[in-house]
């Protein structure tokens, strides 16, 4: 009788190894794992005939995974980069017969058209969704923002006529319940959330010098 001999690198092994499809992230990131799961109304204890909660959080998660912001107003004929109101420029309006529809400027914020009527978690519960049990500090909350692809004439003058506007992934950093707004920052090209220096940004970027 020989005694089983396990393999030295049999964790490398094992990650190696698929099984199929999987929501799971298996990359590094800055965000907590269960800032990703969506909010499912469902007991914790299964009535006979009823998905189990877990699959149900599963399907839900692979179905927004699924949607883009971008792609679903696209859909609907909505320019992303038309949403945010610029200065108006009297000498550049377009002769009527160029445009398809008005020409007068977009001059409402999206704040006047927000409701939060069918939101399903409050500010304070997404942001508390950066508190990982056990942990004292807060991460971030994975979000897409719509924001300026060129970041030093957008905190200059974000209603220049020569930004341009996309949806971004950012990190959720902070809520400021007397504005209203949300403190965000854009992810990398690793889609980790980090300062100048490299390192993660914890409790909504205030450090022990401010």
């Not at 000498?91 to 939060?116: A, H």
Request: proline letters at 10%; charged letters at 30%; one cysteine or more.
């Amino acid at each position: 009788v020989t005694k089983f001999n396990m393999p030295g690198n049999f964790k490398s092994l094992l990650e190696k190894q698929g099984v199929g499809p999987s929501t799971e992230i298996l990359t590094e990131s800055d965000f907590p794992e269960q800032s990703f799961k969506p909010k499912v109304q469902m007991p914790f204890k299964r009535i006979p005939g009823q998905n189990p909660r877990k699959v149900e959080v599963e399907r839900r998660k692979r179905l927004y995974l699924a949607f883009d912001i971008a792609e679903l107003l696209a859909s609907k004929g909505i320019d992303s980069n038309q949403l945010m109101p610029r200065h108006y420029d009297p000498d550049n309006i377009p002769p009527i017969e160029e445009t398809k529809d008005s020409v007068f400027p977009i001059y409402l914020p999206l704040k006047v058209f927000d409701n939060d009527e069918f939101d399903c978690r409050t500010p304070e519960e997404w942001i508390s969704l950066g508190l990982e049990p056990g942990s004292s500090d807060r991460k971030p909350v994975p979000g897409k923002a719509l924001l300026p692809t060129d970041d030093v004439l957008g905190h200059e003058d974000p209603k220049s006529q020569e930004l341009i506007y996309k949806w971004i992934d950012v990190g959720v950093l902070d809520y400021d319940k007397e504005t209203d707004l949300y403190l965000v920052h854009k992810t990398d090209e690793k889609g980790l959330v980090r300062d100048e220096e490299g390192r993660p940004i914890l409790n909504g970027g205030i450090t022990p010098e401010g």
